[in-house]
């Protein structure tokens, strides 16, 4: 592993994890190439800001669950081949019920190159800290429709306040928000602004 970048939970405690791209639980069906151990990697630089998240989180009641942070470039090279393959229909009602596979290129949900591979980017939720339970956010990770936007209509007045609290959290923490993914956050201030690496994430970094 590069000698900026870090295990997440090594860091920054406190912090929850379930790396979706190691497990089966993703919009391709499978582990994605490079993922080969269900950690989160980031930049020592993200590490900080997210011990800042984590502390604004807890004075509103919430902890953070992350689903991703670095991303090899070896895994969206996966996507892209993945787009190019016959719809099988498998994860598409819950992932892209509304569009094709390679329309999620062409609307901005997927990337050719990711700005997880640059390290200081994560996907990730927030959860009351008193139940452990989800917040509700009126959509799961990676729900490639209009739903998941900022401002999308058609989700509750809770939801809506949930996702607002996490933009607050972030924000707060040094982090922008992408409009199209309500999960979706960059460090403002990230160190490898123009580096996409791709060594895999495993057990072992």
């Given at each position: 592993m590069h000698d900026d970048f870090v295990f997440v939970d090594e860091i920054v405690s406190g912090i929850r994890?379930?790396?979706?791209?190691?497990?089966?639980?993703?919009?391709?069906?499978?582990?994605?190439?490079g993922y080969v151990a269900n950690r989160i990697v980031g930049t020592?630089?993200?590490?900080?800001?997210?011990?800042k998240a984590v502390?604004?989180?807890?004075?509103?009641?919430?902890?953070?669950?992350?689903?991703?942070?670095?991303?090899?470039?070896?895994?969206?090279?996966?996507?892209?081949r993945w787009s190019q393959q016959p719809e099988d229909g498998r994860k598409k009602l819950r992932h892209y019920p509304n569009i094709q596979r390679a329309e999620m290129f062409e609307q901005g949900y997927v990337a050719a190159k990711s700005g997880h591979s640059r390290g200081s980017t994560v996907d990730l939720t927030i959860f009351h800290?008193?139940?452990?339970?989800?917040?509700?956010?009126?959509?799961?990770?990676?729900?490639?429709?209009?739903?998941?936007?900022?401002?999308?209509?058609?989700i509750t007045q809770v939801e809506a306040q949930n996702r607002e609290h996490l933009r607050s959290i972030m924000a707060a923490s040094g982090f922008n928000s992408y409009d199209r993914e309500w999960w979706h956050y960059t460090l403002k201030d990230e160190p490898y602004p123009d580096t996409y690496f791709d060594f895999p994430i495993t057990s072992d970094n």
């Open positions: 994890w379930d790396s979706k791209y190691a497990t089966w639980d993703n919009f391709t069906g499978r582990p994605v190439d020592r630089a993200l590490c900080a800001a997210l011990k502390e604004e989180a807890a004075a509103l009641g919430f902890g953070l669950l992350l689903w991703d942070g670095y991303r090899p470039q070896r895994a969206s090279d996966c996507f892209l800290l008193a139940t452990d339970e989800l917040a509700a956010m009126g959509g799961d990770h990676d729900v490639m429709d209009s739903i998941s936007h900022h401002g999308a209509p058609g």
